[in-house]
């Protein structure tokens, strides 16, 4: 089973990635030590360089391996690409913009880009932008021709906020607020409604109401930012380095990348909401839509996928670029977060989503 898809995209995992439920019902329970299972986790994922991360009530245990040369401790230090896994910090500014006042939910994301022209009948919200019901298709249309011939690299490299913002204004969107289907392209469009709204540029927002109060000094929007050292993606071959993400006009969707440390201080600051986060942190933890029928249902908050263990919901999201993966999850219940990150792209029948989702269900 799929808990939920993306769009075809032409990183050919660039956005989620497919988590597939493992043979044992969702939290069906563990004797083995929490170290254990992480160690495992990373044993069963063929990659250069992997880390499962877990945190219960601030106790922290880290596991990481290989095939690279790095050292656990250098593993532990990089900063990771998380791809769509960034739509939780993107989810987490919109709903501190709105606690504060500085936006709300339901504004029209066409009086923010284009002031001067009326929303028209049935505007896309920001609110359809995080919650993929705005009616935009995964990516603009005009995307794909220009990213095939960097589609194993950098597939959005030269589609910078101008034709993201140019695309949205030619959409025409399929009854917003009716209908879930992801779209990198609604939250890239959400980035630049709110550095509109603002007049603050994302990465500035980003940093002034979510990094910095977080104190995440390890986490960056761009390669190379702040001096820190930056992981290394992978083709699927596994050997094959591949240059930095250039996500261009995309950054909320996708930009993030981060250290497992501050990975986990991200995640830590959901199970317990404090300072001026606080309303924020719990405003993403509430449900607020869900689709699909049987097996297939899924439930989501504003920014997370929600899945019922038998400790109480976890709420987790994947994420891949062309060469490194992700997992962010946290089960409120049990003080229980998890990250997970791995530098090969995202292959059919990989391992490390299932396992990861597996080890958050399951709990400490």
């Keep these: 089973m799929k808990p939920y898809t993306d769009e075809p995209d032409p990183a050919d995992g660039g ?53 690279s040369d790095a050292t656990a401790t250098g593993r532990q230090e990089l900063r990771y690409e998380i791809g769509s896994a960034s739509k939780a910090f993107a989810g987490l500014l919109l709903a501190r913009l709105a606690a504060s006042g500085h936006v709300p939910l339901g504004q029209p994301a066409n009086t923010a880009l284009f002031p001067d022209r009326p929303p028209g009948r049935d505007p896309v919200t920001l609110h359809h932008l995080i919650t993929h019901t705005s009616g935009l298709p995964g990516l603009p249309r005009d995307l794909y021709a220009r990213a095939l011939p960097r589609r194993n690299t950098n597939p959005y490299a030269g589609y910078d906020a101008r034709r993201v913002v140019e695309a949205f204004a030619r959409a025409r969107p399929r009854r917003p607020g009716t209908r879930w289907r992801y779209s990198n392209f609604g939250v890239a469009v959400l980035g630049h409604a709110l550095a509109a709204r603002t007049a603050t540029p994302w990465d500035v927002l980003l940093h002034e109401h979510v990094l910095d109060p977080l104190g995440l000094s390890g986490t960056a929007l761009r390669p190379g930012a702040g001096g820190g050292r930056d992981a290394t993606g992978h083709a699927k071959d596994g050997t094959t380095p591949l240059p930095p993400l250039d996500i261009a006009g995309f950054a909320a969707a996708g930009a993030v990348r981060a250290t497992p440390h501050d990975l986990l201080a991200f995640l830590e600051a959901h199970l317990e909401p404090d300072g001026p ?81 597996t080890l958050l269900c399951e709990g400490p």
Excluded: I, K, N
């Design 277 to 357: 986060l606080a309303d924020a942190l719990r405003e993403v933890r509430r449900p607020v839509l869900s689709h699909g029928r049987g097996e297939r249902r899924q439930t989501h908050t504003l920014t997370w996928f929600q899945r019922p263990t038998p400790h109480g919901p976890a709420f987790f999201h994947c994420g891949a670029t062309p060469g490194q993966q992700a997992f962010l999850g946290f089960q409120p219940a049990t003080g229980f977060a998890l990250a997970a990150v791995a530098t090969r792209r995202y292959r059919p029948a990989d391992p490390f989503s299932a396992e990861a989702l």
């Design 15 to 67: 956005g989620e990635t497919p988590v597939r439920a493992a043979a044992d019902p969702p939290g069906a329970g563990t004797t083995a030590p929490l170290a254990d299972r992480l160690a495992a986790a990373v044993a069963s994922v063929d990659a250069p360089d992997v880390v499962f991360a877990a945190s219960v009530r601030g106790r922290r245990t880290l596991r990481s391996g290989g095939g």
